[in-house]
Protein backbone atom coordinates (compact mmCIF):
# COMPACT_ATOMS: atom_id res chain seq x y z
CA UNK A 1 0.00 0.00 0.00
CA UNK A 2 1.74 3.45 -1.09
CA UNK A 3 0.97 6.72 0.63
CA UNK A 4 -1.65 7.39 -1.50
CA UNK A 5 -3.44 4.46 -0.95
CA UNK A 6 -3.00 4.91 2.99
CA UNK A 7 -4.19 9.03 2.61
CA UNK A 8 -7.34 7.90 0.97
CA UNK A 9 -7.67 4.99 3.18
CA UNK A 10 -8.02 7.30 6.21
CA UNK A 11 -10.23 9.96 4.42
CA UNK A 12 -12.72 6.82 3.80
CA UNK A 13 -12.43 5.82 7.35
CA UNK A 14 -12.88 9.38 8.84
CA UNK A 15 -16.04 9.48 6.53
CA UNK A 16 -17.14 6.85 7.80
CA UNK A 17 -16.57 7.73 11.79
CA UNK A 18 -18.01 10.88 10.93
CA UNK A 19 -21.29 9.25 9.80
CA UNK A 20 -22.52 6.35 11.72
CA UNK A 21 -23.92 6.17 15.28
CA UNK A 22 -21.66 3.27 16.51
CA UNK A 23 -18.52 1.50 16.12
CA UNK A 24 -18.11 -2.30 16.98
CA UNK A 25 -14.29 -3.46 17.51
CA UNK A 26 -13.92 -7.03 17.18
CA UNK A 27 -10.90 -9.16 17.43
CA UNK A 28 -10.63 -12.18 14.78
CA UNK A 29 -9.44 -15.22 16.39
CA UNK A 30 -8.45 -17.88 13.21
CA UNK A 31 -12.04 -17.16 11.17
CA UNK A 32 -12.05 -19.15 8.01
CA UNK A 33 -13.40 -17.59 4.52
CA UNK A 34 -16.82 -18.95 5.39
CA UNK A 35 -17.08 -18.01 8.57
CA UNK A 36 -16.22 -14.32 7.60
CA UNK A 37 -18.01 -14.34 4.86
CA UNK A 38 -21.29 -15.59 6.57
CA UNK A 39 -20.71 -12.64 9.06
CA UNK A 40 -20.31 -10.03 6.81
CA UNK A 41 -23.34 -11.10 5.29
CA UNK A 42 -25.40 -11.00 8.49
CA UNK A 43 -24.11 -7.35 8.66
CA UNK A 44 -24.80 -6.49 5.69
CA UNK A 45 -28.35 -7.68 6.06
CA UNK A 46 -28.51 -5.86 9.43
CA UNK A 47 -27.99 -2.88 7.59
CA UNK A 48 -24.56 -2.21 9.02
CA UNK A 49 -20.79 -2.58 7.61
CA UNK A 50 -17.60 -4.41 8.53
CA UNK A 51 -14.00 -3.90 7.97
CA UNK A 52 -11.10 -5.05 8.71
CA UNK A 53 -8.50 -2.19 8.83
CA UNK A 54 -4.72 -1.62 9.52
CA UNK A 55 -4.94 -0.28 13.08
CA UNK A 56 -2.16 2.68 12.61
CA UNK A 57 -4.99 4.12 9.96
CA UNK A 58 -8.28 3.40 12.11
CA UNK A 59 -6.25 5.21 14.86
CA UNK A 60 -4.99 7.86 12.26
CA UNK A 61 -8.93 8.46 10.88
CA UNK A 62 -10.45 8.90 14.34
CA UNK A 63 -8.33 11.57 15.73
CA UNK A 64 -10.89 14.09 14.52
CA UNK A 65 -14.26 11.78 15.41
CA UNK A 66 -16.09 11.44 18.43
CA UNK A 67 -14.58 7.53 18.46
CA UNK A 68 -10.75 8.92 19.71
CA UNK A 69 -11.62 6.96 22.62
CA UNK A 70 -11.86 3.31 20.58
CA UNK A 71 -7.93 3.96 19.80
CA UNK A 72 -6.52 1.18 22.71
CA UNK A 73 -8.82 -1.30 21.01
CA UNK A 74 -7.24 -1.44 18.41
CA UNK A 75 -4.77 -3.95 18.44
CA UNK A 76 -3.89 -7.33 16.55
CA UNK A 77 -6.14 -8.33 14.59
CA UNK A 78 -8.85 -6.00 14.74
CA UNK A 79 -12.09 -5.50 12.45
CA UNK A 80 -14.34 -2.98 12.57
CA UNK A 81 -18.54 -3.20 12.27
CA UNK A 82 -20.61 0.32 11.60
CA UNK A 83 -23.81 1.15 11.50
CA UNK A 84 -25.78 4.67 11.54
CA UNK A 85 -28.80 2.52 13.74
CA UNK A 86 -27.01 2.67 17.55
CA UNK A 87 -27.98 -1.27 17.64
CA UNK A 88 -27.52 -3.26 13.91
CA UNK A 89 -23.75 -3.39 14.12
CA UNK A 90 -23.88 -4.35 17.97
CA UNK A 91 -26.62 -7.06 17.34
CA UNK A 92 -25.51 -8.51 14.27
CA UNK A 93 -21.99 -8.97 15.77
CA UNK A 94 -22.96 -10.32 19.39
CA UNK A 95 -25.51 -12.59 17.87
CA UNK A 96 -22.76 -14.08 15.19
CA UNK A 97 -19.96 -14.32 18.36
CA UNK A 98 -22.84 -16.91 20.18
CA UNK A 99 -22.26 -19.28 16.54
CA UNK A 100 -18.30 -19.36 16.80
CA UNK A 101 -15.53 -18.77 19.57
CA UNK A 102 -13.21 -17.30 16.42
CA UNK A 103 -14.38 -13.49 16.79
CA UNK A 104 -14.26 -11.58 20.23
CA UNK A 105 -16.11 -8.73 21.00
CA UNK A 106 -13.28 -5.91 22.46
CA UNK A 107 -15.19 -3.30 22.44
CA UNK A 108 -16.65 0.01 20.71
CA UNK A 109 -18.38 3.57 21.26
CA UNK A 110 -21.87 4.98 20.17
CA UNK A 111 -20.56 8.55 19.70
CA UNK A 112 -18.13 9.39 22.08
CA UNK A 113 -19.05 6.98 24.55
CA UNK A 114 -16.82 4.31 24.94
CA UNK A 115 -18.39 0.84 25.42
CA UNK A 116 -16.61 -2.39 26.65
CA UNK A 117 -17.50 -5.86 25.45
CA UNK A 118 -20.10 -6.11 28.27
CA UNK A 119 -21.80 -2.66 27.23
CA UNK A 120 -21.87 -3.76 23.72
CA UNK A 121 -23.74 -6.60 24.44
CA UNK A 122 -26.10 -4.78 26.31
CA UNK A 123 -26.41 -2.40 23.60
CA UNK A 124 -27.40 -5.81 21.52
CA UNK A 125 -30.15 -6.98 23.24
CA UNK A 126 -31.82 -3.09 23.06
CA UNK A 127 -34.26 -2.80 20.20
CA UNK A 128 -33.52 -1.74 16.89
CA UNK A 129 -34.80 1.89 15.61
CA UNK A 130 -37.10 -0.24 13.42
CA UNK A 131 -38.14 -2.41 16.46
CA UNK A 132 -38.69 1.10 17.68
CA UNK A 133 -40.82 3.08 15.54
CA UNK A 134 -42.98 -0.26 14.74
CA UNK A 135 -43.98 -0.36 18.89
CA UNK A 136 -44.27 4.01 18.76
CA UNK A 137 -47.17 3.38 15.51
CA UNK A 138 -48.65 0.61 17.48
CA UNK A 139 -48.93 2.76 20.98
CA UNK A 140 -50.10 5.54 18.70
CA UNK A 141 -52.84 3.10 16.54
CA UNK A 142 -54.20 1.55 19.54
CA UNK A 143 -56.43 4.09 20.91
CA UNK A 144 -57.85 4.81 17.70
CA UNK A 145 -58.63 1.18 17.95
CA UNK A 146 -60.56 1.21 21.18
CA UNK A 147 -62.49 4.13 20.40
CA UNK A 148 -63.67 2.38 16.81
CA UNK A 149 -64.11 -0.86 18.95
CA UNK A 150 -66.23 1.34 21.71
CA UNK A 151 -68.47 2.94 19.15
CA UNK A 152 -69.18 0.27 17.61
CA UNK A 153 -69.84 -2.06 20.71
CA UNK A 154 -73.27 -0.33 21.62
CA UNK A 155 -75.02 -1.07 18.27
CA UNK A 156 -73.51 -4.80 18.37
CA UNK A 157 -75.45 -5.24 22.25
CA UNK A 158 -78.12 -3.71 20.78
CA UNK A 159 -78.20 -5.94 18.07
CA UNK A 160 -78.34 -9.07 20.48
CA UNK A 161 -80.68 -7.66 22.15
CA UNK A 162 -83.28 -7.50 19.51
CA UNK A 163 -81.79 -10.89 18.11
CA UNK A 164 -82.89 -12.28 21.29
CA UNK A 165 -86.31 -11.09 21.64
CA UNK A 166 -86.83 -12.33 17.93
CA UNK A 167 -85.66 -15.64 18.87
CA UNK A 168 -88.04 -15.87 21.70
CA UNK A 169 -90.66 -14.17 19.80
CA UNK A 170 -90.27 -17.26 17.39
CA UNK A 171 -90.35 -19.89 20.14
Do not use: C, H, W
Request: aromatic fraction near 4%; hydrophobic fraction near 50%.
Amino acid sequence: MDRSQKADSVATLNAVFNEVGVVVVTRNLGMTVAQSTALRGKIRDAGATYKVAKNRLAKLAIADTDYVGIGDFLTGPTAIATSVDPVAAAKAVVDFAKTTDKIEIVGGAMGSLVLNADGIKALASMPSLDELRAKLIGLVQAPATKIAQLSTAPAAKLARVFAAYAEKDAA
